[in-house]
């Protein structure tokens, strides 16, 4: 078990180092220079020269690299073009607005999904099943983008419920998810951040239990009189591994994967503010947030496959 | 049951009945354990491999019918400027966000008074091609790069699929976006950007394909006989290989569509005035107040499209009889 959890975890330094190369190179695959942003037009062949060496583009590309890594690792982004605000702070505020997403839309899928998921999978080829089949793949195939518009134009629109955008007149510092005054906004956003895993669980989860309702243990349960309450129990047990790897992969979505529902609702997350440093060009925001957001799904990753080994005794052995 | 594989030429030209040209095939892709005699029985009905595929999809009335509509879908985007009722370029002052069957235009106008319905024809060939070109350079790629790491395995393998790995670790939206993003939009960035995306899962299916089959005793068998790597590759590795590739590019076909239109939608991909379903519903996002029914339009559009092209897939995965 100990040597499964180190080899897994050291395996992931690799990654998160390649991840860093990838945000670091972000800034060259810009056309033109990456200093565009930052100088007039104007500017003298010496303020050129001057601002190059403060930025420290003066140095070979690894070099570069190196001192850019170090200053990440000490949490030091830089500081936002548009705003002049450190970008760790405006990193870590935008992930906390995106994480209370995720945090309401992650257990609404996860169950819904899972529970439509078992049933379809417990009933293959009955008309539940069909139901749920059809739901999954309706729920895999929405633009979320669009989803979000449409609830909005239903709720916010034409019923009048709730609000369409934003998290309220005071923003994420006057929030307060006690209070439905600050609440309902969070309902949408939700909604529509719940939809596609719920589509992707479901269809996940029927297939799995299908799978291991086929294989001879089952039969074996069944043969020496289980009731068929257990049966199924043997039956989930044994799929959740699958089931829980999707899970995970699904959380790191709803994290690093939020810009468009985020753009819809202008929630004030870490993709909304993505979305805003692309607008403005604004490069140290646009390589913190993605550094941390593929940071962020690499632990999540890491951290699920450590609670299915837990759980799965053959993923250590193997 | 790897020991009778061998003695059976690739899967080409076999003429067996239905059962056993499934049993045949699951055979070569390591699939269920089968003993010999379950091969045996003489052909009643003579059938290859692609014949019984074409067999089971013309009884899937569902995946005929889903697939019908995808046809029709890529027809009216391909015969747009013939069947568009009105210039979908053309402005008008006056007939701004006009609601459903306004003066003929039937899906009604957006905010510059252009005709959505025409706007919708002709950005289907913008939204289809983006979902398809990405698609066909990640599947020629990506499964390039896996083959080769399947078939030559050891550092290759190693550095093949862990550079592989490290975008792995990139939620797709979130690749996409940035790519996308730090090279500044347009439809030829935003199609490099999803073929990016899609490359390392696209190798991860191949080189997982290529190594099964690498494997099987009939690939020594022929190495044995004197075939070179490139004649084993090209007539033994592709032939198992390609069902699971194509299979594994019609369901991302779909997922290209969404991300594609997920881009313009940000002001990543097709730049105004082209007409593509996600800047259409972008721009008309602003009206939800005025014409909240016109403004649900393009998404629909998109959304019809990629339900289908997601069926299809289902069914033909279900017809190749290929597990992923």
Known sequence: MGRYVLRRILYAIPIAFGVSVVCFSLVYLAPGDPLQTVLPPDATAETIAIVKHAYGFDKPLPMQFLIWLGRVLTGDFGVSIATRRPVFLEVTDALSNTALLAMFAAPIAFLTGYVMGVVAGCFPGRWLDRVVTGAAVMGVSLPNYWLGIVLVIVFAVELMLLPATGMGPSGSTGFHIYEWSSAKFLVLPVATLAMIPIGILSRTTRAAVAEVRNQDFVQTLHAKGLSEWAVIRHVLKNSLPTVMAVMGLQFGYLIGGSILVETVFTWPGSGFLLSKAIINRDVPVLQGTILTLSLVFVTTNLVVDLLQSLIDPRIRRG | ?324
């Not at chain 2, 500044?184 to 191949?206: D, E, H, Q, S």
Request: aromatic letters at 8%.
């Open chain 2, 1 to 324: 049951m790897t020991d009778y594989s061998s003695v059976i030429p690739a899967k080409a030209g076999i003429q067996v009945d239905e059962a056993s040209a499934m049993a045949l095939d699951s055979c070569f892709r390591g699939g269920d354990d089968l003993i010999f005699e379950e091969l045996a029985p003489p052909a009643t009905r003579v059938r290859g491999y692609w014949q019984s595929v074409l067999y089971r999809l013309q009884h899937d009335s569902v995946t005929l019918v889903f697939a019908a509509i995808v046809l029709l879908i890529v027809l009216a985007a391909l015969f747009a400027p013939l069947i568009a009722p009105f210039d979908p370029y053309k402005e008008s002052i006056v007939g701004r966000l006009k609601p459903f069957g306004w003066r003929g235009h039937l899906l009604g106008t957006d905010e510059l008074g252009r005709d959505v319905l025409s706007r919708l024809l002709y950005g289907g060939r913008v939204s289809l091609s983006m979902g398809v070109v990405p698609v066909l350079c990640a599947t020629l790629i990506g499964g390039m790069l896996g083959v080769i790491a399947g078939f030559l395995g050891g550092r290759v393998n190693t550095a093949i699929m862990r550079t592989m790995d490290v975008f792995y670790a990139f939620p797709s939206v979130l690749l996409a976006v940035a790519i996308a993003g730090a090279m500044g939009g347009g439809i030829g960035n935003g199609m490099l950007a999803l073929t990016m995306v899609f490359t390392p899962p696209m190798c991860r299916v191949a080189e997982t394909a290529t190594t099964q089959v690498r494997a099987l005793d009939f690939i020594e068998a022929a190495r044995a006989s004197g075939a070179s790597t490139a004649a084993i590759i090209r007539y033994h590795v592709l032939g198992n290989v390609l069902g699971p590739v194509f299979i594994y590019a019609s369901s991302l076909v779909s997922v290209s569509i969404l991300l594609a239109s997920g881009l313009s939608f940000l002001g990543l991909g097709v730049r105004p005035p082209t007409p593509d379903w996600g800047l259409m519903l972008s721009t008309l996002r602003q009206s939800i107040y005025v014409v909240p029914l016109v403004c649900a339009i393009p998404g629909l559009a998109i959304f019809i499209t990629s339900i289908c092209c997601n069926l299809v897939s289902d069914g033909l995965r279900a017809a190749m009889d290929v597990r992923m």
